[in-house]
């Protein structure tokens, strides 16, 4: 009969176990940061000032005291489900407080340049080339 209790008691705690583990706790998806998408950056035009930038993708992420002309949009997501993680960076570039280039990692809007390096240069129209 003790036999049969510990054996009752063991089969208890495995289905316990096996219910607990079939349920999977809820996550949420967390973004963080300045979501920037391709319509956004077709907003964007050469010469506009910070404050016309500002109201086209929003108040930067970072805005560095030691380089004032350079503007940083970054973007986190992480799935809760799947752990999937995706990430953007978009630097804003100005020259006498005017848009002057954009570079980060967002496909450019309307087959705009890109450079063949790691990072992605989009040249907005009306601008010199270097």
Known sequence: MRLTLSLSSV???VAAVLTL??????????????????????QL??????EQVRFALGSPLVADVFRTDRWDYVYRFK????????????????VNDKLDRIEGDIEPPSGR??????????EVPGTKKN
Do not use: W
């Open 11 to 13: 089969l208890a705690a």
């Open 21 to 42: 583990t079939a349920c999977t706790p809820y996550r949420v998806d967390v973004r963080q940061g300045n979501h920037i998408d391709e319509a956004m950056l077709a």
């Open 45 to 50: 035009q050469p010469g506009m000032t910070r």
């Open 79 to 94: 799935s809760g489900r799947g752990g999937k993680v995706e990430q953007r960076a978009i630097s804003v570039f100005f």
């Open 113 to 122: 340049e890109v450079s063949e390096s790691g990072a992605r240069i989009i």
